[in-house]
């Protein structure tokens, strides 16, 4: 006890704290022992310390509902995109549907022109669902659009509403008299008849051939071109687009004929082939 009646005199001594205000106003002196003044000091400390530990609790909040705010945002918006998708999907089938109903390959190709139980999504699962849908529909786009390029660059009909005077093959030329291969037919008709396209293209000749008169000849792509002779006049012009049933001359006896008539020839490949075959296809 001898030792320690030092430390109490020491901590029981008081010191003075002044505050002097800025004004002419007096000023406070405020007396305490110093261990009165140790303790509030402490508490101070303890207090800042305290207020920090707070705050820094309180900005962890802030940034951990940032974060999920982000990642809600996020997912919203994911969902958002899918639920786009899906309908683009939906419309998708409903197209297909309806283009399918129409029966026929012909019409078919014609037309072309143009939850969870707990209410929750799984956006990865339905991610994967999405992409196989997507993947289905872009194969099945890519097939008619290629179905549809055939179609409409394959001949189809009769260019001109004519009687079959001649057919392809070996032939007794009714002219010359003699046997000559016949590379294409014959469609009698009235000098002045409207002759149609049979398949859409680009006009790669339009003008005289000697013994064909005034002909168009009209690359489709696929292979395939098409021949029209002995026209009384073209309408079309090199490097023109043409659509199958579009007129592209009239009828007439321009070159070596005994009569107005059309000479129509289909190529394939560099090579002439029957007409009459996609002639009876187009009436199927």
Same mark, same amino acid.
């Given at each position: ?17 002044? =505050?002097?205000?800025? !004004? &002419?106003?007096?000023? $406070? ?8 003044? @140790?303790?509030?000091? %402490? ?56 283009? =399918?109903?129409?029966? !026929? &390959?012909?019409?078919? $190709? ?8 707990? @209410?929750?999504?799984? %956006? ?56 000559? =291969? ?98 009876k296809a187009a009436s199927g």
């Open positions: 006890m001898q030792k320690l009646r030092p430390l109490f005199k020491k901590l029981s001594t008081t010191v003075t704290i002044m =505050f002097v205000p800025h !004004s &002419r106003g007096s000023s $406070l002196n405020l007396r305490m022992p110093y261990a009165l003044l @140790g303790l509030l000091l %402490i508490f101070a400390g303890v207090g800042a310390i305290y207020t920090v530990s707070l705050t820094y609790h309180a900005v962890g909040l802030y940034m951990a509902n940032q974060k999920y705010a982000n990642k809600y945002a996020n997912i919203s918006s994911q969902f958002q995109e899918m639920k786009s998708t899906i309908n683009s999907l939906k419309e998708s089938e409903s197209e297909f549907k309806r283009l =399918f109903s129409l029966g !026929s &390959r012909k019409k078919v $190709l014609d037309a072309m022109d143009a939850p969870r139980d707990d @209410g929750s999504i799984n %956006i990865e699962e339905l991610k994967i669902q999405v992409a196989k849908s997507m993947a289905s529909v872009t194969e099945i786009r890519e097939y008619m659009a290629k179905a549809r390029n055939v179609y409409r660059a394959t001949p189809q009909g009769i260019p001109v509403d004519g009687r079959l005077s001649s057919g392809f093959g070996m032939r007794l030329h009714p002219k010359y008299g003699r046997e000559l =291969f016949h590379a294409g037919i014959d469609l009698s008709a009235q000098s002045g008849t409207p002759v149609h396209a049979t398949a859409d293209g680009i006009v790669s000749f339009s003008g005289w051939s000697r013994g064909n008169g005034n002909i168009v000849v009209i690359e489709h792509g696929q292979g395939f071109s098409t021949v029209y002779a002995h026209n009384t006049k073209n309408l079309m012009k090199v490097g023109q687009t043409v659509r199958r049933g579009q007129e592209i001359a009239t009828t007439g006896s321009t070159g070596v004929t005994t009569g107005p008539h059309v000479h129509y020839e289909i190529w394939k490949n560099g090579k002439c082939i029957n007409p009459t075959s996609f002639t």
